[in-house]
Nanobody, 117 residues
């Protein structure tokens, strides 16, 4: 059974930084893509960033230039370095991973990020 365990959320002032981590387990073939989504109150869940097993990355427009996604394939862990945080970055951040030949997906439990102005 695939499990994703997130850590690193919290409260930070605007302009500050946070680093999120997500450790994945349970897929014998590894994870095709790992990423982060976020959901603010009253809004739809949106893609923040994703990284494929070969290293290709993609980012949501609102975080380009401020957030960096990386992964350690040996540890099946994905990281999200968030710099120059803004109050509008406040949301629950969810780790997501796709795995296997059918690209099944799994979600983490979510971690709260709150940016104060």
């Amino acid at each position: 059974q695939v499990q994703l365990v997130e850590s690193g959320g919290g409260l930070v002032q605007a302009g500050g930084s946070l680093r999120l981590s997500c450790a994945a387990s349970g897929s014998a073939l590894g994870f095709n893509v790992m990423g982060w989504y976020r959901q603010a109150p009253g809004k739809q869940r949106e893609l923040v960033a994703a990284i494929f097993s070969g290293g290709t990355t993609t980012y949501g427009d609102s975080v380009k230039g401020r957030f960096t996604i990386s992964r350690d394939n040996a540890k099946n862990t994905v990281y999200l370095q968030m710099n120059v945080l803004k109050p509008e970055d406040t949301a629950v951040y969810y780790c997501n991973a796709a795995y296997g030949r059918t690209w099944s997906t799994s979600w983490g439990q979510g971690t709260q990020v709150t940016v104060s102005s």
